[in-house]
Every structure is written in C-alpha cells, then in structure tokens.
C-alpha cells in the first residue's frame, strides 16, 4: 500500500503584504521517493524544506508544479477532494505535544481520523484505538489522558497513532524529534522505521540533523534558499559530498566523538533574503569556491555518480571540493 | 531504514494522573485558598435563588400594600428576639425585616423579589451576547474574510459609544419591557465578547493542532468549532461574571433614571428611585436597603470575575 | 539515578576559580517546594572548557545560573557554597556582586533578542557594559566595541557597530553576545545554551568565534547545552545531568569512552548511533 510520490518543479512563492516583493520559499523543487522509501530533506532555516513538506499535502497550496502520488496529480485536484484523499497522506509535526488539541483526550484525537474517513461502528473503533496505541508501545490507559499529562515522547507516539489510523501510504515527517529530549529519540524513530516496514510507508524526513538523516534516509536532497543543491543515496551523499554547501553543512555538523576532531570549515557571511533572489547560482555569496561563472546563471545538476547529483558548476572539471588544512579549520572567503 | 536498539527511557516530562481526579482536587484547593471568591461565591448564589424562589421564600406579596405603612425596619436590639419568635412561629404577621414604604409595601418581600428582574435581566443579556459574541468573535477570527474585518470594525464602533446613553435611547424606543431591556444590553455587551473571543481565536489559529486538525481532513468550520472555540473561551467564560454584574446595575440604573422597567415591579434601582424622595423625611429605609443589595450582589459577581481573571494571569 | 557521580581522571592540582558546593536550588511551589538543582558540585579550573550537559528539566541551567548567584525568582539557594577565587560569592552584598558580574564572571544567554536592547546600538550596549566597570569615555569604549565586534569575524565592524538589534541577523546577534560578555576580559565565561535554535552553520561561526576569544583571553568556559556533539568538540570536561543533579563528570575522552552511569551510558549511546558516515 506504499505509495510513490513524484514531484516535479514544485513553486512556492509567497507575496509580502503592501506589495513589497515576494518571498521565494521554494524554487522548482524536483524529486520522486520510490515507494517504500524515505527520502530525507535536509536545511537550514530558509531552506524551504518545511514548505515542500506542507506543499505536498496541500496545507499550503502550491503556487505551481505537479505532484503526483501513485500517479494522481494532487496540486491540481480541487479542494473539496482533497478532505477525502487525506486519509492517503499524514504529517508529523515537529511540536508533539502542540500537534494535539489541548482539551481533548487521546481516544478523541485517535478516533477523529476514524470517524472522517472510515464507515467503522463504536466497536470496530475502539479496537482499531487499542491497535493504534499497542503499534506506537502504548498502554491503553493512555486513551483517558490529555495532552497537558504527556512528555513530548508520548505525545509524539500519539501523533503518529492517529497518522497511521486510517492505514496511509506517505507520511511526511516534519523534524520529528527535534523537540524531543536527546534519549527519547531513538524510540520515537525505532518506532517510525518498524512501521515503515510493517506497513510499507514511504516517507518524506524533513530535519536539520544530519545524525538522524544519516541512520535513517535511504536519499537525501539538501536545500539551500528554495532549491535543492545535491541529491543522492544518503550514504554516498555523506561519504563523498559534491556540492560545496553540503560540504560545508556536514563540516558544521560536529560528531558526539571526541576521537574525531573533524576538519572544520566555517561559512563566513549571512543567508541571503529569499526575497531578492540572486541571478547566478543561490550559495554564490557564501561560497568558499565561487568565480565568475557563477553569478552568471544558475547551475543545472551534474551527475556525480549514478542517481548521485549536485548544481554545481565545478563538478565539471572536479573542483568542487573545499580544501581544508589537515587538523584544523579553514577560514571562509571573504563574505 | 535500519532498527536500532531502543534503550529503557524514563522522560523527564510531567506525570501522569487521571484528569477527574486531579481536576476535583484543585477545583477543592482553590477554594480553600481563595476566600475571598468563596464569598462571592456564596452572594451570587444567593442571588441566583432569589432570582428562582424569590416570590416563595418572600413573607408578603411584595406587591400588596399592608396596613403598617412607613414603618422603620426593628431596631438592632429586638432582631435577635424577632427571629427567635418567627422561627417558632409565633407571629401572627410577619417581621417588616426591612420596614415597610409610603403605601405599606413590606421592602423585605420587595428586595427578595426584585432578583426577578435584576438578575434575570443581568443573566439572560450576558447569555445571549455571550453566545452571539463569542461565536462572531470566533468565525471573524477564524476566517478573517473581508467580511469577517467589516463586523469587527461594526463592533469597535459600538464600543466607542457611551453604553449608558446608548442603552437608554434604545430602551426608550423598543420599548420598557423586561424583554427589551434584555435585548438591549444583549446588543450592547456582544462586542465585548466577539473582541475577547476574536483575539483569543487569532493567537490559536497559528498553532500546530490546527494545522494537524487540517491535515486529518476535518472542514474548516468543523476545525473552528470543534478544536479551536473550546481554547478560546476562557477569556469570555471570566469576563460573564463580571458582565452580570454590569448588566444588573445598568438595568437599576435604568430604571432609577425611570427608563427601565414599569412600576409596580419591584426592581432595586426603582425603589431606590422611589425611595430617595424620602429621605428628606428621614426615611432611609426604602433606599438603603435596595442599595446594599445591588451594590453586595454586583460586588460578588465582581469578585468572581476578578479572582478568576488573576488566577488566569498566571 | 541516585548513584554518586564518578569523578573524572586528570584532577591536575590548578586551583579552581569557580566552584560550587553542595548546592541546592528550591523554588516555592503550592503543593510544596520544588528541588529543582541538588547537592550541585562542580570546579571550574583556569582556563578550562567545561560543558554542563542535560536534557529539558535537568536543572542545568538553573544549575550554571546559581555559579553566579543568580536565581530566578521566586527560587533561592537553600543550601550550599558557591566560591570565586575562594571567596564566598553567596555572602556578597549586591553591590560587590555587581563587581564581579560582568567584569569577572561573564554571561552568554540563550536568547540574544532578550538579552540586547532593542533601542540601543548594539556598539553602544557593548561599550556600556565596558564602561559599567572601567572609567573611559564613550569614544573610547565604543572604540573598544568596535574592536570586539571585529575580533569576533563580523566584517565591516564600524558600521555593524551602529545598527541596532534587529537590523542584525540571529547568529549576528548571537556573536554580539560573545563581545559583550568578553569585553572585561572575564576569568569565568557561562554560556547557556547559546547556540541552542540556531543552524548548524551558523553555531559553527559561533562557536568559532567564542573558541577564538576564549583562546585569546584564556577566560575559563562553563557551557551548557544538550548537544554531544560541542561537548565532545569543544570541552576538556564535562559533567552530566538528570532530575537536578550531577550524575556523572569525567573529562570528555573517557565519558565517551567509559561512560559510567545509566543515564550517561543512554545519551551517549543515543549521540553515537546516528553519525552522518563521512
């Protein structure tokens, strides 16, 4: 019951209020997440990956692009629609215990979904309540509480019952232990992947912690200002990143070792506005690697290795790569 | 994705009970601490019996002259001795508690009975703008349409008249009877509450479980009614206390300036009304006593609303 | 959880220049006192790069807040020393306090937007907090300021020194931070929590910058934080929190290597299984 979901040149622009321009959150975003798979989008604040996420359930609507779920073109189908086809596709939100209404009990959040799109009487609900719970290792006595009464482990666990209610094929997990304390994670994303698995889901992870991405993704996409810069297998996109952003990125990421005094690389300057979009290429401003040709126009993908890409413009002639001093950290160019 | 060993984990977040428990102990403790809200616990209650059984627990029809006629209330001295004597039921008539005006009314009957209309008046208008309020407060803020901006301009402009004259001028032309009156003051109190709930809905409105309500596939009024009015109440729900209290002292107040109700209905402003002309003579009786209890019963509704507001600042 | 906290190795003898003994930090609740720091023990040596790591509700910044006397109210420090440079700073009066903060000690919070003025230039509230403590002029202060401003790798440092909060970005404002709270040249620097919300790399430009500072003022530096990885990158010890109290210290080679109690032995097994596999 996995489902495949392509998207292809998604767009969204946003218009500041007294007409001062726009906001350009996301700028042609393209990829497919085979079924069954997880594909992780991976930013920093501005980077639009939370809007994609949003995008593809429609709680933002699209300013253009297709996306399609087992071939059903959801950005065009007409809003009415939409409230049935949600049993197809959930989100778990980055705020658990904010994801939940605060004055209803669990058995209220967890039967809503079941009574919208399914025809099951009291009974049948009720058991498929329990179900839930005993699929996210949770007692029934959970079914009495309210929100206020459980940690952000709990509540999460809950988020993902009532997502996985009405038997979904894609969910979108938006940073979904951010805010949940560093030891609690790991069930809460145990729990994610034996779903994954018992159920077929395909998922869309959208983080900012390459740890999690990197145990977790089967691909990874880096966004930067709107746009995806490198796209491959997590594994080789973390072993041998292309783009000079995700460089960057996985340098900044310090590892919780340390034997492992990794060679650090330090972006000088600011992210730019994503109101005023530059010409060239987006990370142009704060690329270490930049030139001339950059600014020109903006980089189309080149392929690294297969299924492995990145929009830089020296994977041509392979100097994509930032030197960095052996057993040190490099200064940035001038920002 | 590849499985990981979960390791045993004990959160540091809040503990679990079972909320009915909880919520009667706190509702017991908060009492127990809050002695002032006990008293205006105690007089609105009061009020509200009165308001029901009134005309049961009254000695004399309040609207029946009796022969004893500007009679002062008994002196402090002779009450002990009075009640002892009514409680045995020794009295052939009973005890002018509050001592009788001009015609012989017995003022105690009358003060009893006046909640009729005080406080039906003052409960029954902050029932209906509660409602209309709250439920235009909660679609403008929810759909902030064009339309949705247009009634909160409309209510603005309502608050900004002064209510008193305003609530006159249109009692006198709708009409002096209680029903009116209700309406009235229904009218003028829904801006309150389609502001308090309206602001309250547009802090929600941004909050995760509303876009999660969104994303399980609930209709948009469905999301508005069934998930967000329920945590946009609390302003509203403190400020009906507060508005009762209002609502009784504008109809007194009404009907001391001879716009609210007609006469003979006991009412509290009017006796004041009718008793201040006796003074002069000395006579306090006839308006003191409406006077302490208007102003005890507003002071308890005052209170509530008080308390409750502090303790929600919190 | 109650087990005592395994001392780390390497105790080399260099006096300690911040320290706390036995305290407790208890905050009036109606149903009773909360506890929320207990029996707190923690030195901090010259020079020295300390983390104080927890999750939500360990106390670990009340904990880093009470080094210098500061408790948020209504809470107060029920038991226990807190000394600098062996004198005992909790029978200090405000005014010496004053002294002390600011000059000696130095503070980093979490969230530049509240700690900086808003209708101040952010050159201005550097230089003030210089001039709190050091008889200058204004010209000579922002001079300073301006100075600071550069040394923490914010180009074009005259200009940035005009603006005002808002104008700068977050990590911008941040760093800003890193220059009010060094400008004294403090012996102690508390960091809490302050590159907590920002992306990754901007707290490497942080980091970076404070790591510079730090290495050039030789200031000690107490940071707390929930993240391994800057325990693990930057900090020779580190001391471990849960529920109020210290469960386990070590230097940072063997917390990771050998980490002692159950809970160390959960984070740090929970910070290690998902590395990015560069």
């Given amino acids: 019951m996995s489902t495949t979901v392509e998207v292809t040149d998604l767009v969204k622009r946003y218009p500041l209020t007294g007409g001062k321009g726009t906001v350009h959150a996301v700028n042609g975003v393209t ?60 989100m778990i939100f980055q705020d658990p215990i904010d994801s939940l209404s605060p004055r209803m009990r669990v058995q209220t959040i967890l039967e809503e979904p079941l009574l919208l799109h399914t025809t099951l009487d009291g009974p049948a609900r009720r058991e498929r309540m329990l179900e839930l719970l005993e699929s996210v290792r949770l007692s029934p006595r959970y079914l009495d509480r309210v929100p206020r009464q459980l940690s952000g482990g709990e509540a999460q666990r809950v988020a993902i019952a009532r997502a996985i209610a009405t038997n979904p094929g894609f969910l979108v997990l938006d940073e979904p232990t951010s805010s949940i304390d560093l030891s609690i994670r790991a069930s809460v994303l145990s729990i994610l992947s034996s779903l994954q698995e018992k159920l077929g889901l395909t998922y869309l992870l959208i983080s900012h912690d390459l740890h999690t991405v990197g145990a977790y993704a089967d691909r990874v996409a880096v966004m930067y200002l709107g746009a995806i810069v490198e796209l491959g297998p997590a594994e080789r996109v973390f072993a041998d990143p292309q783009h000079p952003y995700t460089q960057a990125l996985l340098s900044a990421t310090l590892p919780a070792d340390p034997t492992r005094r990794s060679n650090r690389f330090v972006l000088k300057g600011e992210v730019p506005s994503s109101i005023q979009l530059p010409q060239g290429c987006l990370f142009a401003s704060r690329c270490p690697l930049v030139m001339d040709a950059c600014l020109e126009r903006h980089p189309r993908f080149r392929v690294a290795s297969p299924q492995h890409v990145a929009a830089c413009i020296r994977l041509d002639d392979g100097t994509n790569k930032i030197p960095v001093p052996v057993g040190g950290t490099a200064a940035g160019s001038p920002g | 994705m590849s499985s990981i060993v979960i390791p045993q984990s004990t959160e540091q977040g809040p503990s679990a009970a079972p909320p009915a428990r909880v919520t009667r102990r706190r509702v017991a403790r908060f009492l127990r601490q809050n002695w002032l809200f006990d008293i205006g616990l105690v007089i609105v209650s009061i009020s509200l019996v009165l308001a029901v059984f009134g005309p049961v627990i009254a000695p004399y029809d309040p609207q029946l002259p009796t022969p004893e006629v500007s009679a002062p209330p008994p002196s402090l001295a002779s009450v002990p001795g009075l009640i002892v004597e009514t409680v045995l039921g020794r009295r052939e008539h009973p005890v002018h508690w509050f001592g009788t005006e001009l015609t012989g009314l017995d003022i105690f009957s009358r003060v009893l009975v006046a909640p009729r209309v005080d406080v039906v008046v003052g409960v029954a208008a902050t029932a209906i703008s509660f409602v209309l309020g709250t439920l235009l407060g909660l679609l403008a803020g929810f759909f902030r349409t064009r339309s949705a901006e247009t009634i909160i301009r409309v209510s603005d402009t309502f608050q900004s008249f002064p209510i008193f004259i305003l609530a006159m001028i249109l009692v006198v032309l709708t009409g002096r009877n209680v029903i009116d009156i209700v309406l009235t003051l229904a009218a003028l109190y829904t801006p309150i509450y389609l502001r308090l709930t309206c602001s309250q809905v547009v802090s929600q409105v941004g909050r995760t479980y509303v876009e999660a309500a969104r994303a399980v596939g609930n209709r948009e009024l469905v999301i508005a009614l069934k998930h967000v009015l329920p945590n946009s109440l609390t302003p509203a729900l403190i400020q009906a206390s507060v508005t009762i209290g209002w609502a009784i002292l504008f109809t007194a107040g009404l009907t001391f300036l001879g716009a609210g109700v007609r006469p003979p209905t006991p009412e509290w402003g009017g006796m004041i009304a009718s008793g201040a002309n006796l003074l002069i003579l000395g006579e306090w009786w006839p308006s003191v006593f409406p006077g302490l209890a208007i102003s005890i019963t507003v002071v308890g509704y005052a209170i509530i609303g008080n308390v409750l507001e502090a303790r929600y600042r919190q | 959880m109650s087990s005592k906290p395994a001392t780390g190795s390497s105790v080399d003898g260099a006096r300690a220049v911040l320290e706390a003994t036995d305290l407790d930090v208890v905050y009036p609740l109606p149903d009773g006192d909360l506890v929320a720091v207990k029996n707190f023990q923690l030195a901090i040596r010259e020079s020295e790069f300390v983390g104080l790591v927890g999750e939500s509700g360990s106390g670990k910044s009340t904990a880093a807040l009470a080094l210098m006397a500061l408790v948020r109210q209504p809470g107060r ?15 200090k009066d405000d005014a010496e306090l004053r002294r002390i903060r600011g000059r000696s000690i130095g503070l980093i919070v979490q969230n530049s937007r509240s700690a900086l003025n808003p209708l101040v230039s952010v050159g201005d509230q550097i230089a003030n907090v210089y001039r709190a403590h050091h008889d200058a002029s204004r010209k000579e202060a922002l001079q300073l300021a301006v100075q600071s401003i550069k040394a923490i790798g914010i180009p074009d440092a005259q200009r940035r020194a005009a603006s005002y909060p808002h104008q700068l970005s977050g990590g911008m404002a941040q760093r800003i931070l890193i220059a009010m709270a060094t400008i004294n040249e403090p012996q102690v620097l508390i960091a809490d929590e302050p590159t907590t919300g920002l992306d990754v790399t901007v707290q490497a430009q942080f980091l970076d910058a404070l790591h510079a500072k730090v290495d050039a003022t030789g200031s000690a530096v107490l940071f707390v934080t929930h993240d391994l990885g800057i325990v693990a990158q930057y900090c020779d010890r580190v001391a471990v929190m849960y529920r109020g109290e210290v469960v386990e210290e070590a230097d940072v080679e063997t917390l990771f290597a050998s980490p002692q109690n159950p809970y160390t032995k959960r984070l740090v097994a929970s910070a290690a299984e998902r590395r990015p596999r560069s």
């Avoid at chain 1, 990829?31 to 939370?50: C, N, Q």
């Avoid at chain 1, 809003?79 to 049993?87: G, I, L, P, T, Y």
């Avoid at chain 3, 420090?77 to 029978?91: P, Q």
Wanted: net charge positive; with cysteine.
């Fill in chain 3, 77 to 91: 420090i029920a038991r226990g020393k807190v000394c600098f440079n062996g004198e005992s700073l909790l029978e």
């Fill in chain 1, 31 to 90: 990829f497919t997440i085979p079924a069954g798979e997880t594909l992780a989008l991976v930013g920093e604040s501005g980077s639009g990956k939370s809007t994609v996420g949003r995008c593809l359930l429609r709680l933002v609507e699209p300013t253009s692009g297709r996306v399609t779920f087992d071939g059903l073109d959801i950005a065009q189908m007409p809003k009415a629609k939409v409230r049935s086809w949600r049993a197809n596709a959930q």
